[in-house]
């Protein structure tokens, strides 16, 4: 657990202090075993950039054990935690997130998922825990995998994508650069008392990647910024996944999908604790506007570029930092 003194919270509280919102009920809901799942797919994106997916395939002991596992993780002293840190992106880090100010009541481990890429804090976590950490955390990945290929290939059959697997092949490629991310937040009882304000655990972004799929406990705190600007909270379902698009699908589509602005506002009683697999394409990818959804006289709202220069641009930015903005091709008009 994560425990700030009386001045550093002070210094959180100057920073991000954030009221809670209502409990939004108008979240799509997918249900991948429907017919019509690639429609509302598409809808979703289109319309929200989020959504809830349910009867996923994804067994729940996968979710369960995994959840077990990781809280085994983050309630071991804070020495034993550091030992898995400072994280080189991969491995242990605790409210500091990334390199350039931006700070969260959170603790987390990153992983890399490709097993071709060699991670030495990756490896440290796993050897300095039991050989089921590692077992939970490779089931629970291999499945959400696996459902995350069938969305994205409904995503490209809604829009009439004749490459059924435009979006898929990126994250199969031996070389795709996608990772995987257990975030802890402690319950922060301390602010209970400030006009019913909250500590923001995460701070608001969009993800760079293809895809996020999440998938968290029964703790509330996840918010989503509609397209009018409002902030609304997400009402928790650990059971489901829910799916979020990516700066990185954006481009791909031409704007069609947005990739949806979130963020996470601490519990003042209970820990809330998220697994989110973030897919993404290798990193020489090439990243433009599918052809096919360009019709004759549309023009790409975007530079080209790979994956590896966003990403590196966004190592250079804060969290809620328009990082498409300088793709833009018609930013400064």
């Excluded at 989020?50 to 054990?65: D, I, Q, R, S, T």
């Excluded at 019709?295 to 570029?305: C, H, M, V």
Aim: proline share 8%; aromatic share 12%; hydrophobic share 35%.
């Amino acid at each position: 657990m994560v425990v700030l003194s009386q001045p550093a919270l002070n210094q959180f509280l100057l920073l991000k202090p954030c009221k809670p919102t209502p409990l939004f009920t108008g979240i799509p809901v997918v249900d991948l075993t429907l017919p019509d799942a690639k429609t509302h797919i598409v809808n979703a994106c289109r319309d929200f950039g989020f959504f809830k997916l349910v009867n996923h395939g994804v067994p729940f002991a996968f979710m369960a054990n995994l959840e077990h596992q990781a809280l085994e993780f983050f309630n071991k002293p804070q020495s034993e935690k550091d030992r898995a840190g400072p994280p080189d992106p991969f491995g242990y880090g605790s409210k500091r997130i990334g390199s350039n100010g931006d700070v969260g009541w959170v603790e987390y481990l990153l992983l890399n998922t490709n097993p071709d890429v060699f991670s030495p804090k990756s490896r440290f976590v796993f050897q300095e825990n039991p050989q089921n950490f590692r077992v939970a955390v490779e089931e629970y990945i291999g499945a959400v995998k696996n459902m995350c290929y069938v969305v994205l290939e409904m995503m490209a059959e809604g829009l009439g994508v004749a490459q059924r697997n435009a979006f898929s092949r990126l994250l199969k490629d031996e070389k795709s650069d996608s990772c995987f991310r257990l975030n802890h937040y402690p319950p922060c009882p301390e602010v209970q008392t400030l006009n019913g304000r909250n500590l923001v655990g995460f701070g608001e972004h969009t993800d760079p990647q293809i895809i996020s799929v999440l998938r968290s406990n029964s703790t509330s705190g996840l918010q989503i910024c509609l397209r009018d600007g409002t902030w609304v909270s997400v009402p928790p379902d650990q059971t489901s996944f829910f799916i979020n698009v990516g700066d990185t699908l954006q481009v791909m589509t031409n704007g069609r999908f947005k990739s949806v602005k979130h963020r996470v506002l601490a519990d003042t009683s209970k820990s809330r604790l998220s697994m989110i697999y973030f897919g993404g394409p290798p990193l020489s990818e090439n990243i433009a506007p599918l052809p096919s959804l360009m019709p004759k006289g549309e023009e790409s709202l975007y530079k080209e570029f790979t994956w590896w220069e966003y990403k590196k641009a966004m190592y250079t930015s804060r969290l809620a930092d328009d990082r498409l903005g300088p793709f833009e091709k018609f930013a400064a008009r």
